[in-house]
């Protein structure tokens, strides 16, 4: 159990890594250059980097994110993510790192729409797939989750009045144009998160109403290897007796219940669906 617990937990640092790494990519190559502050402590460096020259925005990023990681274990203690940690130092440390081996002098386009493009989807993807893996990258979401502790607000409103101020002394700094390309990306990001939170969460549920439920259930359990509830009923119209079968899988393992369910019954209503948020086991086992 040990050893397989352990592999399953470097799996998921081995995916935060990866994924940390590809928002990395996306900050430095895209938003540094372009100067687009869709908030986050990286909109933060960016805007500290362009009012003074002493500090890069990457060396900015990495003193601001260490000070908001000592906060957060003074405010949270014990109860402060370890992930979080990780994955914002992975995020400060490559950034640096990319600082020192390929400076970025300008835009790697003339065109800001395509940069704004892989500005947005890079750290979207990357931080949806850290999220999922039950961390953050830090920054304002530290912020966010101190304001949540010592006022009325919940996460999601205080994140979005930090990001929306941050966006703001972007039009200052970087001028109009910048800042409206910077306020467009911020609500695109919003929204690729959280599709793409829902599409790797994403699986299928069916209700089959049968009049064979141990074959179907059979097929279910042994070749799927899933479980199922089961209750009886009877048709309103025929009054016959039926049993409903209730079964959730992935969308591969879908696929195959839904091409072999004519063949266990020919006449079994089923009623498939998509659902992204399922606790229990062999999903999620708490909330």
């Known amino acids: ?127 949806a797939v850290v999220f999922n893996l039950g961390g953050t990258t830090g920054g304002t979401d530290i912020i966010a989750m101190v304001l949540k502790k010592f006022t009325a607000m919940n996460i999601g409103m205080s994140l979005f009045f930090v990001d929306a101020a941050i966006v703001v002394g972007g039009f200052f700094v970087n001028g109009a144009k910048a800042g409206m390309y910077s306020l467009v990306g911020l609500l695109i990001k919003a929204l690729v998160v959280d599709v793409v939170i829902e599409n790797i969460n994403i699986s299928k549920y069916f209700f089959i109403v049968t009049t064979n439920p141990d074959a179907v259930c059979s097929y279910i359990n042994d070749n799927l290897h899933k479980g199922a509830t089961i209750w009886e009923g009877k048709g309103s119209y025929t009054k016959e007796n039926k049993t409903v079968i209730m079964a959730v899988m992935t969308r591969s393992q879908a696929v195959a219940m839904r091409n072999h369910i004519k063949e266990i019954d020919k006449n079994a209503f089923v009623v498939i669906s998509s659902t992204s948020d399922i606790i229990g086991k062999g999903f999620r086992n708490s909330v």
């Open 1 to 127: 159990m040990k050893e397989k617990n352990f592999k399953r937990t470097f799996i998921e640092y081995l995916m935060m890594t990866v994924a940390t790494l590809v928002m990395a990519c996306g900050i430095y190559f895209f938003k540094f250059p372009n100067n687009f502050v869709m908030g986050g402590v990286s909109g933060i460096s960016m805007i500290l980097g362009a009012v003074q020259n002493v500090i890069s925005p990457a060396t900015a990023m990495l003193i601001i994110n260490a000070v908001l990681i000592i906060v957060g274990f003074f405010v949270f203690g014990k109860h402060f993510s370890i992930r979080t940690v990780y994955c914002s130092l992975v995020l400060s440390v490559a950034l640096e790192i990319m600082e020192l081996l390929i400076p970025m002098e300008k835009p790697i386009t003339d065109d800001p729409m395509l940069e704004l493009v892989f500005a947005v989807a890079l750290p979207a993807v990357g931080s």
